[in-house]
Protein backbone atom coordinates (compact mmCIF):
# COMPACT_ATOMS: atom_id res chain seq x y z
CA UNK A 1 0.00 0.00 0.00
CA UNK A 2 1.26 3.41 -1.08
CA UNK A 3 1.05 6.59 1.85
CA UNK A 4 2.20 9.44 1.89
CA UNK A 5 3.13 11.84 4.97
CA UNK A 6 2.99 15.78 5.87
CA UNK A 7 4.39 15.87 8.99
CA UNK A 8 3.22 19.67 9.57
CA UNK A 9 -0.70 20.95 9.53
CA UNK A 10 0.67 24.30 9.36
CA UNK A 11 3.71 26.18 8.30
CA UNK A 12 4.56 29.92 9.12
CA UNK A 13 6.60 32.03 7.05
CA UNK A 14 7.52 35.78 6.76
CA UNK A 15 7.01 37.41 3.33
CA UNK A 16 10.59 37.48 1.57
CA UNK A 17 11.92 34.19 3.69
CA UNK A 18 12.39 30.69 2.24
CA UNK A 19 9.49 28.22 2.36
CA UNK A 20 9.24 24.59 2.79
CA UNK A 21 6.77 22.24 2.61
CA UNK A 22 7.41 18.71 3.82
CA UNK A 23 6.31 15.33 1.98
CA UNK A 24 7.81 11.98 2.73
CA UNK A 25 6.31 8.81 0.29
CA UNK A 26 5.70 4.86 0.72
CA UNK A 27 5.18 3.31 -2.23
CA UNK A 28 6.59 0.15 -3.80
CA UNK A 29 7.90 0.61 -7.04
CA UNK A 30 8.79 3.79 -9.19
CA UNK A 31 7.02 6.69 -7.03
CA UNK A 32 5.19 9.51 -9.19
CA UNK A 33 4.78 12.30 -6.94
CA UNK A 34 3.09 15.04 -7.00
CA UNK A 35 2.12 19.06 -5.20
CA UNK A 36 -0.73 20.51 -5.80
CA UNK A 37 -1.84 23.81 -3.72
CA UNK A 38 -5.42 24.49 -3.25
CA UNK A 39 -7.00 28.39 -2.52
CA UNK A 40 -10.15 28.91 -0.17
CA UNK A 41 -13.02 27.75 -2.37
CA UNK A 42 -11.73 26.36 -5.16
CA UNK A 43 -10.31 23.11 -6.80
CA UNK A 44 -6.78 21.47 -6.61
CA UNK A 45 -4.06 23.20 -8.80
CA UNK A 46 -1.33 21.47 -10.56
CA UNK A 47 2.54 23.09 -9.09
CA UNK A 48 4.66 20.07 -10.02
CA UNK A 49 5.40 16.74 -10.52
CA UNK A 50 8.47 14.17 -10.69
CA UNK A 51 8.02 11.23 -12.77
CA UNK A 52 11.51 10.58 -13.54
CA UNK A 53 14.78 11.99 -14.55
CA UNK A 54 16.44 15.37 -12.60
CA UNK A 55 15.88 15.04 -8.91
CA UNK A 56 15.19 19.55 -8.85
CA UNK A 57 12.00 19.61 -9.87
CA UNK A 58 10.76 23.28 -10.97
CA UNK A 59 7.29 24.47 -11.34
CA UNK A 60 4.73 27.21 -10.99
CA UNK A 61 4.97 30.10 -9.71
CA UNK A 62 8.10 29.71 -8.65
CA UNK A 63 7.95 26.62 -6.50
CA UNK A 64 10.84 23.95 -6.81
CA UNK A 65 10.67 20.49 -5.32
CA UNK A 66 13.59 18.10 -4.59
CA UNK A 67 12.88 14.56 -4.87
CA UNK A 68 15.54 12.44 -2.78
CA UNK A 69 15.31 8.65 -3.00
CA UNK A 70 17.20 7.27 -0.24
CA UNK A 71 14.96 9.47 2.23
CA UNK A 72 11.88 8.87 0.64
CA UNK A 73 10.92 12.54 0.82
CA UNK A 74 9.71 15.19 -2.07
CA UNK A 75 10.16 18.63 -0.19
CA UNK A 76 8.50 21.78 -1.49
CA UNK A 77 10.49 24.58 -1.74
CA UNK A 78 10.31 28.22 -2.70
CA UNK A 79 13.34 30.53 -2.24
CA UNK A 80 11.07 33.91 -1.36
CA UNK A 81 7.44 33.96 0.33
CA UNK A 82 4.37 35.72 -1.38
CA UNK A 83 1.61 36.58 1.18
CA UNK A 84 -0.55 35.40 -1.83
CA UNK A 85 1.26 32.20 -1.55
CA UNK A 86 -0.66 31.06 2.02
CA UNK A 87 -3.21 28.15 0.94
CA UNK A 88 -3.31 24.63 1.69
CA UNK A 89 -0.21 22.27 -0.06
CA UNK A 90 -0.96 18.94 -0.64
CA UNK A 91 1.49 16.10 -1.49
CA UNK A 92 0.45 13.20 -3.54
CA UNK A 93 1.52 9.61 -4.79
CA UNK A 94 0.26 8.12 -8.12
CA UNK A 95 0.35 5.02 -8.93
CA UNK A 96 0.14 3.17 -12.94
CA UNK A 97 -3.35 2.38 -12.15
CA UNK A 98 -3.77 6.06 -11.44
CA UNK A 99 -4.97 6.20 -7.91
CA UNK A 100 -3.58 9.04 -6.11
CA UNK A 101 -2.93 8.88 -2.41
CA UNK A 102 -2.48 12.39 -0.70
CA UNK A 103 -1.28 13.60 2.50
CA UNK A 104 -3.73 15.50 5.05
CA UNK A 105 -2.51 18.63 3.47
CA UNK A 106 0.06 21.48 5.04
CA UNK A 107 -1.66 25.07 5.64
CA UNK A 108 1.17 27.54 4.51
CA UNK A 109 0.41 31.29 5.90
CA UNK A 110 2.38 34.10 4.98
CA UNK A 111 2.64 37.13 6.95
CA UNK A 112 3.76 40.79 5.69
CA UNK B 1 -9.75 21.99 -25.53
CA UNK B 2 -11.97 21.91 -21.69
CA UNK B 3 -10.27 20.26 -18.98
CA UNK B 4 -12.16 18.47 -16.39
CA UNK B 5 -15.79 19.63 -15.47
CA UNK B 6 -18.50 18.67 -12.77
CA UNK B 7 -21.74 19.83 -12.47
CA UNK B 8 -23.06 20.88 -10.02
CA UNK B 9 -20.51 23.75 -8.65
CA UNK B 10 -22.52 23.38 -5.43
CA UNK B 11 -25.47 21.50 -3.77
CA UNK B 12 -26.95 21.58 -0.13
CA UNK B 13 -28.80 18.51 0.92
CA UNK B 14 -30.79 17.02 4.07
CA UNK B 15 -29.52 14.37 5.67
CA UNK B 16 -31.27 11.11 4.79
CA UNK B 17 -31.55 12.37 1.03
CA UNK B 18 -29.61 10.91 -2.08
CA UNK B 19 -26.93 13.03 -4.28
CA UNK B 20 -25.93 12.62 -7.51
CA UNK B 21 -22.80 14.32 -9.10
CA UNK B 22 -21.49 14.61 -12.48
CA UNK B 23 -18.14 14.89 -14.09
CA UNK B 24 -17.05 15.27 -17.60
CA UNK B 25 -12.97 13.66 -18.35
CA UNK B 26 -10.54 15.41 -20.29
CA UNK B 27 -10.72 14.85 -24.07
CA UNK B 28 -9.03 11.48 -24.83
CA UNK B 29 -9.26 10.30 -21.10
CA UNK B 30 -10.81 7.45 -20.34
CA UNK B 31 -10.30 6.64 -17.05
CA UNK B 32 -12.22 8.62 -14.21
CA UNK B 33 -11.60 8.63 -10.39
CA UNK B 34 -13.09 10.32 -7.29
CA UNK B 35 -12.52 11.86 -4.50
CA UNK B 36 -13.00 13.39 -1.14
CA UNK B 37 -12.02 16.47 0.47
CA UNK B 38 -12.66 17.47 3.56
CA UNK B 39 -12.43 20.85 4.88
CA UNK B 40 -9.09 21.39 5.57
CA UNK B 41 -7.60 18.17 4.61
CA UNK B 42 -6.06 16.20 1.52
CA UNK B 43 -8.55 14.50 -0.50
CA UNK B 44 -9.58 10.50 -0.62
CA UNK B 45 -9.57 8.10 -2.56
CA UNK B 46 -13.02 7.14 -3.01
CA UNK B 47 -13.24 4.72 -6.33
CA UNK B 48 -12.05 4.45 -10.31
CA UNK B 49 -14.01 4.04 -13.12
CA UNK B 50 -12.30 2.52 -16.29
CA UNK B 51 -14.25 0.84 -19.15
CA UNK B 52 -17.59 1.24 -17.02
CA UNK B 53 -16.61 -0.75 -14.57
CA UNK B 54 -15.10 -0.31 -10.52
CA UNK B 55 -11.13 -0.59 -10.78
CA UNK B 56 -10.76 0.10 -7.96
CA UNK B 57 -11.48 1.49 -4.32
CA UNK B 58 -10.65 3.00 -1.42
CA UNK B 59 -12.70 2.59 2.15
CA UNK B 60 -15.99 4.20 1.50
CA UNK B 61 -19.33 2.64 2.52
CA UNK B 62 -21.64 0.76 0.08
CA UNK B 63 -23.73 4.44 -0.05
CA UNK B 64 -21.03 5.90 -2.59
CA UNK B 65 -21.46 4.42 -5.89
CA UNK B 66 -20.95 5.43 -9.32
CA UNK B 67 -21.21 5.13 -12.61
CA UNK B 68 -19.49 5.39 -15.95
CA UNK B 69 -21.01 6.36 -19.22
CA UNK B 70 -19.63 4.88 -22.78
CA UNK B 71 -18.38 8.27 -23.49
CA UNK B 72 -16.44 8.13 -20.32
CA UNK B 73 -18.18 11.06 -18.39
CA UNK B 74 -19.13 9.56 -14.88
CA UNK B 75 -21.46 10.09 -11.95
CA UNK B 76 -20.95 9.28 -7.79
CA UNK B 77 -24.00 8.53 -6.09
CA UNK B 78 -24.30 9.16 -2.42
CA UNK B 79 -27.10 7.55 -0.56
CA UNK B 80 -28.93 7.99 3.06
CA UNK B 81 -26.56 11.20 3.07
CA UNK B 82 -24.83 12.24 6.87
CA UNK B 83 -23.67 15.24 8.04
CA UNK B 84 -20.20 13.96 7.24
CA UNK B 85 -20.78 13.90 3.78
CA UNK B 86 -20.40 17.23 3.40
CA UNK B 87 -17.05 18.12 1.36
CA UNK B 88 -15.72 18.80 -1.48
CA UNK B 89 -16.10 16.29 -4.32
CA UNK B 90 -13.48 15.96 -6.46
CA UNK B 91 -13.29 14.07 -10.54
CA UNK B 92 -9.65 13.18 -11.39
CA UNK B 93 -9.39 11.86 -15.36
CA UNK B 94 -6.11 10.23 -16.95
CA UNK B 95 -5.75 8.84 -20.26
CA UNK B 96 -3.98 5.47 -21.56
CA UNK B 97 -0.55 5.31 -20.90
CA UNK B 98 -0.22 7.50 -18.31
CA UNK B 99 -2.88 6.60 -15.65
CA UNK B 100 -0.43 7.96 -13.37
CA UNK B 101 -1.19 11.57 -14.21
CA UNK B 102 -4.41 12.90 -13.03
CA UNK B 103 -6.51 15.60 -14.32
CA UNK B 104 -8.83 17.68 -11.61
CA UNK B 105 -11.78 19.32 -12.05
CA UNK B 106 -13.02 21.80 -9.93
CA UNK B 107 -15.08 20.08 -7.75
CA UNK B 108 -18.30 20.23 -6.66
CA UNK B 109 -19.48 21.54 -3.10
CA UNK B 110 -21.64 18.98 -0.84
CA UNK B 111 -23.04 20.65 2.20
CA UNK B 112 -25.81 18.05 4.09
CA UNK B 113 -28.16 19.63 7.15
Known amino acids: AQSVAQPEDQVNVAEGNPLTVKCTYS??????LFWYVQYPNRGLQFLLK??????LVKGSYGFEAEFNKSQTSFHLKKPSALVSDSALYCC??????????FGDGTTLTVKP | DAGVTQSPTHLIKTRGQQVTLRCSPK?????VSWYQQALGQGPQFIFQ???????QRGNFPDRFSGHQFPNYSSELNVNALLLGDSALYLC????????????FGPGTRLTVT
Open chain 1, 27 to 32: VSGNPY
Open chain 2, 27 to 31: SGHDT
Open chain 1, 50 to 55: YITGDN
Open chain 2, 92 to 103: ASSFPGAAYEQY
Open chain 1, 92 to 101: AVNTNAGKST
Open chain 2, 49 to 55: YYEEEER
